[in-house]
């Protein structure tokens, strides 16, 4: 499939054969834009990833390294808020546990070997 060009390509194409740009209420002027933004389903796929972070909502999607993604932005929540949706998360979800406890542990562990440190 041959790649269609650009905006900026049909502009340069108009202005050489000495057309005047189009102006809204012109007979072929758009009443939207047919631009490609992406879908939120492609950016998941391209990211590889069904949702944001915790703690994180997608705003529409972004271009990365030529690919859309999904914009993952910090929410608005207070820091109880926060600590009480992770609280129920634990309870409920197995393998959120599982990657909460790791996490636990590994902190602790260097939390240990700081107070050693120290001493």
Not at 52 to 74: E, S
Request: glycine share 6%; net charge positive.
């Amino acid at each position: 499939m041959a790649k269609k060009k650009g905006l900026w390509a049909n502009i340069h194409a108009k202005r050489k054969r000495g057309e005047a740009p189009a102006k809204k209420g012109d007979k072929n002027y758009p009443e939207t834009l047919d631009i490609d933004e992406g879908s939120m389903k492609t950016a998941r796929k391209n990211v590889g990833a069904d949702k944001c972070w915790d703690g994180y909502t997608a705003k529409g999607t972004k271009k990365k390294d030529g690919k859309t993604v999904p914009n993952c932005v910090k929410e608005n929540k207070s820091f109880a808020e926060f600590c009480a949706e992770s609280k129920s998360r634990i309870e409920t979800d197995p393998e959120y546990r599982k990657r909460f406890k790791a996490l636990a542990d590994n902190f602790a562990e260097k939390r240990r070997e700081q107070t050693k440190a120290k001493k």
